[in-house]
């Protein structure tokens, strides 16, 4: 193992960070970047370091340094780009990821990079360009074919069907390029309405994904149960705070249920900002839990102090200056919620649902990054489905009126009373021009984030209808689950 005398001060600072030692990393981090005039990968691994401590304005100071000194590497800007993200400073990440792909334009990493921050704007059109110079720089860069697909509505006259099946049919393709081009010729055909031709696609891509996932939905079937064990309906009530955390929002519900939609139309009002999908809460959580005598996870949380849980989350989740209403869209944070409760229990609670196939659908035609591991598999989907729908039960006995809950149909359907309810029960003034979620410049680091920069539609209601010839296994095993569903089905 490598040591403090046979590593340099930044890979000593790098290997205490990825082992989760973040203390334990930041005065290696500081050696490393010690009297530099350059600006140096260091600068991005030392704010980095400095923001999973809960020291933003500080990760901010050492990201503003690191600008003043003299021009440095590709690897430093784009170091800095992902901290600024992470800091809010969306803009400012954007120039940087830009500085890094221009310094090192050979790079297919870079312009990668400048393509997803570019949608994160809803640049498109200038995200689909940075796409096509990663695919020209290296034709194996293959999560570029994806992004570039979920950029836009492919048509007739503009797709890339016939060169996603030329690579797709190639020899020897390993599975990670299958299940990257799957999923992305599997939306241009389901655009263009080629169902069943989408179908295959996106059925092969996630068997393939599957196949290396080492998961057990069973365990996630167990866990769910203990998190309503360990969080009764009678145990969810504090006085944690000295804080009005009216001022905090959580939207969640499973992925692709349209939290982000929901999400849009807030950030529409004014005094509203929103942190995105950050694991603000977790660790506000994790970092006020008793230490590892108690064993079970799940007791530790429920024993967590809630006012130090409320001082970590004000530390991750920023706005004192700024003041006005926060919003937090995670969409796992359903399991926390009875730890929001204890620790901000005047927050406001927003769960949004969807009809359960095309919930179930949605995951399982949409590839996602780490998180999810239960969306490629009809019988894991549906136990996995049923497991939520029982907690989201529990939830709802608890709370009771303290929990909003919006459907996604009747939010597409009639967005401006939708929207006015879900700013009523938040304390905000509504204002029509919310819905119209287009015009919201805000960034959007979402899978839906290249569908919010159209207005509201409502055409992914009954998606599902579209494919029910190829769905009957998972019909099938929701009705198993107690699921249920439209008699069609």
Known sequence: MTNDHTASPHAEAYRLMRAGRFADALPHALRAVAGQRVCLPGHGLLATILLHLGRASDAETVVAQALQCAQGSADAYDGLAYVSMQLGQHERANQLYRRAAQLTPQSPRFWYNLASSERSFGRLAEAEVACERVIALDSTQYPSYLLRSELRIQTEQSNHVEQLLRLLTKAKLEDRARVLLGYALGKELDDLQRYDEAFQWFSSAAAARRRHLAYEVATDERKLQRIAAAFPEDSTNSAAGGEDSSRYIFIFGLPRSGTTLLERILTGLAGVRSNGETDNFTRALLGASPPDEVHDVFERAAAADPAHVAANYRSFAGGEALGGKIVEKLPMNYLYLGAIRRALPKSRLILVTRSPLDSCFAMYRTLFSQAYPFTYDFEDLARYYAAYGRLMNHWRAAFQDELHEVIYEDLVRDPSRIGSEVAGYCGL?????????????????????????????????????????????????????????????
């Open 429 to 489: 003034e509504w204002t029509q021009a919310a819905i119209e979620v287009q015009k919201n410049a805000s960034v959007s680091l979402t899978a839906s984030a290249a569908q919010v920069r159209r207005p509201i539609y409502g055409s992914s209601s009954g998606r599902w209808r579209h494919y029910r010839k190829h769905l009957g296994p998972l019909v099938t095993a929701l009705r198993r689950c107690g699921v249920a569903l439209p008699e069609d089905a």
